[in-house]
Nanobody
Framework: QVQLVESGGGLVQAGGSLRLSCAAS????????MGWFRQAPGKEREFVAAITWSGSVTTYADSVKGRFTISRDNAKNTAYLQMNSLKSEDTAVYYCAAAKGWGRLPLDALEYADWGQGTQVTVSS
């Protein structure tokens, strides 16, 4: 099991930037893929981005492609989500999640076993 703690959320004006961090502890010696999801009020949790253990492969939701960048530093057991050109529709609670092993990057939240508590991102227009 991997324990995850997000940080870096806050209030930002439209067009601004934020960088979220996700610190992992526990079974961090095992390979695991990392994902970011978000959930806005009254909406279902949706996939944002994911990255492989090595960091060599990433994938993004169409709604954030070109604006958000996922990365990781395994030496620090930390994943990041750099968010640029933020829009009001990006307002949500952002969660990081871990999925064991190698292979394809899962887009479904059900395929991630471990989750952080979430961090609020609010974009004012």
């Amino acid at each position: 099991q991997v324990q995850l703690v997000e940080s870096g959320g806050g209030l930002v004006q439209a067009g601004g930037s934020l960088r979220l961090s996700c610190a992992a502890s526990g079974r961090t010696f095992s390979p695991y893929k990392m994902g970011w999801f978000r959930q806005a009020p009254g909406k279902e949790r949706e996939f944002v981005a994911a990255i492989t253990w090595s960091g060599s492969v990433t994938t993004y939701a169409d709604s954030v492609k070109g604006r958000f960048t996922i990365s990781r530093d395994n030496a620090k057991n930390t994943a990041y989500l750099q968010m640029n050109s933020l829009k009001s529709e990006d307002t949500a609670v952002y969660y990081c999640a871990a999925a064991k092993g190698w292979g394809r990057l899962p887009l479904d939240a059900l395929e991630y076993a471990d989750w952080g508590q979430g961090t609020q991102v609010t974009v004012s227009s």
